[in-house]
């Protein structure tokens, strides 16, 4: 059973940044791509970064690019989002994915509120 827990949401005013890590419970966690999404209020949830196993290839959101950052610790079994530049439309809950092959799972989401 595949375990993933986000941490490191919380409420932030516009232009701060906010650092979120996932934990993975995964024996063979360098063989999975690795994701961050999120969910707004009455939005349909979107993929923000993704990095590919070796940590060799990253992709964004075009909202975010330029701001956020995902990386990955393959001996820590971690995947983390560097999110700078927060905006208010930066709200949502995130949530980190792992996938391989056929295989797709997430975490229980972390709430990040940018406001004043």
């Known amino acids: 059973q595949v375990q993933l827990v986000e941490s490191g949401g919380g409420l932030v005013q516009p232009g701060g940044s906010l650092r979120l890590s996932c934990k993975a419970s995964?024996?063979?966690?360098?063989?999975?791509?690795m994701s961050w999404y999120r969910q707004a209020p009455g939005k349909e949830r979107e993929l923000v970064a993704r990095?590919?196993?070796?940590?060799?290839?990253?992709n964004y959101a075009d909202s975010v690019k330029g701001r956020f950052t995902i990386s990955r610790d393959n001996a820590k079994k971690t995947v983390n989002l560097q999110m700078n530049s927060l905006k208010p439309e930066d709200t949502a809950v995130y949530y980190c994915?792992?996938?391989?092959?056929?295989?797709?799972?997430w975490g229980q989401g972390t709430q990040v509120t940018v406001s004043s």
């Open positions: 990095i590919t196993s070796a940590g060799g290839i990253t």
């Open positions: 994915n792992a996938a391989w092959a056929s295989l797709s799972s």
């Open positions: 995964l024996f063979t966690f360098s063989s999975y791509v």
